[in-house]
């Protein structure tokens, strides 16, 4: 129902050290959609104050300390969701309102194209059931929050007594929330805090005087070494996921980090030196399966992400490739390059060795295929079109993806410290970041097959 948060494992670890707390009162500043607040509600017996600026903050802000929205549909605004005025009968059905907006917000807020028109008229056509469904929910949320200040978190901090705890994971992008919730802005009529913008400068200082109280805790995204004596939890979800560094007075100290599962899959590989022939098939593999393999056979620096659907490639009944894809794509405004939607190609590798030089062609011609495509939209319940993927390179040109895949994007890097010894900050950051993009569907496993046989079956690894 509400938008992104803090991961369960930070959130634990917060309700493990609040616990110890004794204070009566707990402010938490930079709510966003109070996740903390709802994970402190039902760990301390204290009452709970919040704090943001953001329309859809304010807003949820005000109705769950029991005040009233004063918001309504501005006078000016003409545009395709004008309709929903009439969802807006009640505060409860204001805020289901906002709700919706907010997830369709990028759709409103992008240029116009065919993709972000669908997925209005969706959004549109369904909007009565959408908003029903979520204002029962929000119906039943009674208001639990003692006190909500609508202003500049750093100013606030000067407010609150010393005997009280204060909680605060701020955003790390200055004006990136503002942008989030433009959408909202420009179709509520409100009246907005003022405030000035967070920066890493004023989250600095905020630090500052909140470890000169006795019961504070604030989160960061980076490891900050001024005030690692008051370092008390680390939290990971994923090997590639930005760690949440939690600082604050504490006699206890957690750290959580991923554990990946393995489990080698029971087929077998193509020999170092058998020929490739016959029939190509494509076959689900279970996540600790696709670990495992991912583990022996990519490079090793190179971060994993998390995987929503990995597939293996067989030739004749052999493994022969895997290729994954991810529910999130990280590659922003596709819609400029390629048709959407697009899946976003996480991961694929050839097995090894082999006698083939270019095997790990054939797992792309594999993952572009008609039955590669229909696997997609099956595991994403929609139509896909595109591919699209990133590679680091140190040159400005992939020769595994050139060919087969569009050069979409380019970007040097930035290059890392003489002296660095980090080999993943070492690929990460030199050479060339590169984003390709291709059409799905194209051909099939057979005709792919027969394709790379004739351009690449005859190259072969030298010895």
């Known amino acids: 129902m509400f938008r992104g948060s803090l991961p369960t494992t930070a ?6 050290m609040v616990k110890d707390w004794q204070v009566e009162d707990v402010y938490v500043g930079c709510s966003g959609n109070f996740t903390i607040e709802r994970v402190l509600k039902n760990c301390i017996p204290a009452r709970l104050h919040s704090n943001d600026v953001t329309v859809y903050s304010c807003l949820l802000g005000r109705y769950f300390t029991g005040q009233p929205l004063n918001v309504k549909l501005r006078a000016d605004y003409n545009g395709v969701m004008k309709f929903v005025e009439k969802y807006m009968d009640d505060d409860a059905g204001t805020i289901a309102v906002m709700l919706i907006l907010s997830k369709m917000a990028f759709c409103l807020t992008c240029k116009t194209n065919a993709y972000y028109e669908r997925i209005i008229a969706a959004y549109k056509a369904q909007f009565e059931n959408l908003w029903a469904a979520t204002k029962e929910k929000i119906s039943q949320v009674t208001p639990f929050i003692s006190s909500m200040y609508e202003g500049d978190v750093c100013e606030w901090i000067n407010k609150i007594p010393n005997d009280a705890g204060f909680i605060c994971y701020p955003p790390f992008f200055a004006g990136d929330y503002e942008k989030m919730f433009r959408a909202i802005e420009e179709i509520f009529d409100w009246q907005p805090p003022k405030f000035e913008n967070i920066n890493k400068d004023r989250i600095h200082d905020l630090f500052c005087k909140l470890v000169n109280r006795n019961y504070f805790m604030f989160g960061t995204n980076d490891k900050l070494d001024e005030f690692k004596e008051y370092l008390a939890g680390v939290s990971q979800t994923t090997n590639r996921a930005v760690p949440i560094y939690i600082y604050a007075k504490s006699k206890k100290s ?26 190509l098939n494509l076959i689900k593999l279970k996540s600790e399966e696709f670990q495992a393999l991912r583990s022996q056979y990519m490079n090793y620096h190179i971060k994993p992400g998390a995987e929503m659907l990995s597939v293996g490639v067989t030739a004749d009944g052999k493994l022969i490739g895997v290729y994954a894809f991810s529910a999130d794509c990280s590659l922003a405004k596709m819609y400029t390059y390629i048709d959407m939607p697009n899946a976003y190609l996480l991961s694929d590798f050839p097995v090894a060795p082999s006698k083939y030089k270019r095997l790990a062609k054939l797992v792309l011609y594999a993952a572009l295929s008609k039955e590669s495509k229909e696997i997609a939209e099956s595991a994403m319940n929609k139509r896909i079109f595109t591919l699209t993927t990133t590679a680091f390179s140190k040159k400005p040109v992939s020769m595994k993806y050139r060919g087969l895949f569009n050069l979409l994007t380019k970007t040097k890097l930035d ?21 390709y993009g291709a059409k799905m569907g194209e051909w099939t496993l057979a005709e792919g097959l027969a394709m790379w046989l004739k351009k690449y079956g005859a190259e072969l690894e030298t010895k």
């Open 254 to 279: 957690i750290i959580v980090t991923p554990r990946q599962k393995v489990k080698s899959p029971a087929i077998q590989r193509l020999g170092a030196n058998e020929d490739i022939g016959g029939e």
């Open 11 to 16: 959130q634990q670890i917060i309700c493990q």
């Open 415 to 435: 290059g890392t410290a003489e002296g660095e010894t980090d080999i993943s900050k070492i690929y990460y950051g030199n050479g060339y970041k590169l984003n």
